[in-house]
Nanobody
Framework: QVQLVESGGGSVQAGGSLRLSCAAS????????MGWFRQAPGKEREGVAA???????RYADSVKGRFTISQDNAKNTLYLQMDSLKPEDTAMYYC???????????????????WGQGTQVTVSS
């Protein structure tokens, strides 16, 4: 059974940092492409960052230079380091996984099969 469990969310002031973690069980992250998504109230879920086979990464324009996706295959855990946070980053953050590889569609939620329950990030001004 595949399980993705996010942690690390919280409340922070603008300019601050948080690191989200996504612990995976039931799948080897090394064979999956992984993504972080977020959804603010009243808005659609959007892709934030993705990592796929070979260590390639892809970021939404809104977070480039501020967020960094990484993974530790030994711990089977995905991370999202978020720096220089802005109030508009406030959302529920989800990690997701799907088998195989991805390309330009890595940041599209419909391409992901497995999802975590989410962790809330709140950035105050």
């Amino acid at each position: 059974q595949v399980q993705l469990v996010e942690s690390g969310g919280g409340s922070v002031q603008a300019g601050g940092s948080l690191r989200l973690s996504c612990a995976a069980s039931g799948i080897p992250l090394s064979s999956y492409f992984m993504g972080w998504f977020r959804q603010a109230p009243g808005k659609e879920r959007e892709g934030v960052a993705a990592m796929y086979i070979g260590g390639s990464t892809r970021y939404a324009d809104s977070v480039k230079g501020r967020f960094t996706i990484s993974q530790d295959n030994a711990k089977n855990t995905l991370y999202l380091q978020m720096d220089s946070l802005k109030p508009e980053d406030t959302a529920m953050y989800y990690c997701a996984a799907s088998f195989g590889w991805c390309g330009s569609w890595c940041l599209l939620p419909d391409n992901y099969k497995h999802w975590g329950q989410g962790t809330q990030v709140t950035v105050s001004s």
